[in-house]
């Protein structure tokens, strides 16, 4: 029986000391379709590896399941997505501390509408095809978040703004994800990548022998998203003459391969990215006014990397795990390096961010990463970072301080240290500390 559910599909594991609990979740779990296990021996597992959707478990008992599964299992469950059942958000907060899989919380009573829509997203965190999570507690990240929650069940047109490298796409990706169409495909294309003269062929598609080079049918970005999401990035870039094209179908929902006069109709949601100033190009005559306002139904605008510095730490974690699980080695930086991390006002955003983590992982296979291992540019903004954890701290800079916020800044990077020294257990680095665990779990919720 075991065998059926691992060669199906990637199992849902179900961990729980109410015995009752676990029973009504295993069926709800398989009544969509989802292998449901109960962990009730974790020696039926010792010589299983499967590839886990997500853990459904409480805080008490996640920790035991770590503890207690077969060490070949417990990378395993570590970086395995948890779905959890938690009375309060310092459980939450003390098992994403341990986790390097994404935490999200299950509310009880269940609602199965939530309940699959939260195996679903868990499944996409296998693996090297983990996706990248729109990471952040930044109170501008947070807004997006709240944006894309309320748009992402309509089929509005969306236009997603922001510079180069802060997280269009991904922002575009969440919103397909958390929408009626996520079993429908996601289809982007680059407007400003494609020749102007290829462009419609690329959107619409073509008919055999429309064009020198048309050998055989082909079919555009549009017939590809149907039924789901088609994102056009850059559409800043995209010709006048496109444009009204463009316009046309969206209005008529209608659209023609190029070199036929068969209409076929576009059951698509658009979804539009641009780094450049929309607003300003129609007023130069650059871009059509019909279509920004066509495209413009609902604004998200992605704020820059250094309007959100305190988001660093987050994204630095969420980037590095994609690395893991790709089979590199864990990488580590010190909390000097973070601090000079948060000091560089980064031109190239998160995109330079991912650039950076890429690199260290190259140049330093051991894992660990001081302020000195870090490149010239993003040292030169933060000479001073070492401060935080030696004596030099308690010298008075000559234009003075903000006692609370540099005490502050002190503690937290004693806290970064401890974890980063106990390896993330939060108990571990609350003796280190010599707190309360309850404690340094309120100081890392409200940090």
Known sequence: MLQEHFASMAP?????SNPELVTDLCHRIRFLEYPAID???LSAFSKQDPALTAIITDADSHEALRRNAPRHLKQLIESTPTLLL?????QRLAV???????VWPVEMPLKRARLAHLLSQAAQYRGCQRRQRLTGSSESIAKVRRM???VAGFDTNVLVTGESGTGKELVARTIHDLSSRVDQPFVPINCGAIPEDLLESEL???QKGAFTGAVSDRQ???ELAEGGTLFLDEIGDMAMPMQVKLLRVLQERTFQRVGSGETRVADVRIIAATHRDLKAAVERGEFREDLYYRLNVFPIEMPALRKRLEDIPGLLRELIIGYEHCGKKKLRLQPCALNALAAYPWPGNVRELGNLVERLAILHPTGVVRVDDLPDKYRAHAPNTESLTTAAAAQLPEQGLVLKEHLKQIERALIDSALERSNGVVARAARMLNMRRTTLVEKLRVA
């Open 220 to 222: 555009g970005r549009f």
């Open 148 to 150: 894309i929650e309320q």
């Open 204 to 206: 619409f598609g073509h």
């Open 12 to 16: 849902v594991w179900v961990y729980h």
């Open 39 to 41: 962990i009730d021996d």
């Open 86 to 90: 938690s009375k309060t958000p310092a």
């Open 96 to 102: 994403a501390a341990r986790a390097s899989g994404p």
